[in-house]
């Protein structure tokens, strides 16, 4: 909901339940979907962006031109599936596009069987579809429950968990420092997994200090472990190491290298780390500047100014590297953080690969990883 595109639409509803929203609407009929368009600007939705089929509708979800922060929630009509299954399967595969956008379902006549693939695919609520009151409400409650940083189903909980695996001292940092600052300044519980003490970049002692350092100025906990820098495999070992931390952190989501890269050490913390996070709901992949042109992000984490400035200073904090590493520049750094704010349309912002989400019902807030 960004200003530019609040004073294009919503500017004159301030007070309206759907203030600025941007909805994307799936809808086969024209004149219904016009009607509900209506219904939905009437109530201070600043856009509404009406596709008429499933493939349609995936494509709105997966378009990488459309910045990921351009819906705030989706509404359906049950219609465009073939059946219950199918509806379920539409929903599975939305939710992996597009994993931070509630959907709201609209059926004719809501049955009992609809309602349970719509749970079994996490849907936020169904509506009847000619209700428009109801879902002016369903919509408003959708975004509501989507900004509670905690989420639905996260409520009962004190706070929610992250671990962050890297190979080397200083790669979680470049790759997601300002997001782990982000969420433990949200009041996660950031875990920070090095597997090696860098020794093939200098120093251990030296850079086992730094680490810490930095981990401390993101407000992460720091766990080490002692594999070989430069010749790590994915085997049982390296699973089991990461394993440990992920006994240790339960962590509800779990950042690592992406695959797309060109040090052999990340390719195989990316690929243990895949096996060893096999039971957690959401894992993500961050950028290196070893990473090729074939790392497809699909997530961007905003990050503000603070956050920016707490990711400079962790990496600084590795200061035997900061002037040896072309890629520690403070202005390269910074600019990247800017350059990918493009697509969440904030300042700044850090990219993630999605691989998997297998986040419960009513689990969707804007603001996590
Ligand atoms: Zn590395």
Redesign the pocket.
Known sequence: MSEMRRLDGGGAHADAALEGADILLGEGDPVIAARMAEALRAQGAASVHIVGSPAALLRAGADPAAPVGLWDVAVWHTGLSRDEDDLTELLDRWRLQRPGVPVVLLDDAPSARLAVAALRGRAADLVERSDDTGLVAAVARALTDRSDPLGVEGAGQTSLSMLVV???PD?VEIGVGGTIHRRAHAGWDVTVLTLSGGGGGGDPVRRRKEAHRAAEVLGARLLMENLPDGSMVDDRSTVQAVERAVDLASPDVVLVHSESDT?Q??RAVHRATLVASRKVPRLGCYQ?P?ATTAYRPNRFIELNEADVAAKLAAIGAHDSQASTRWYLDQDLLRSTARYWGRFSQTRYAEPLELVHDRTPLGYYHADYA
């Open positions: 890297g190979a080397h790669d040090h050490d990340h290196s070893s």
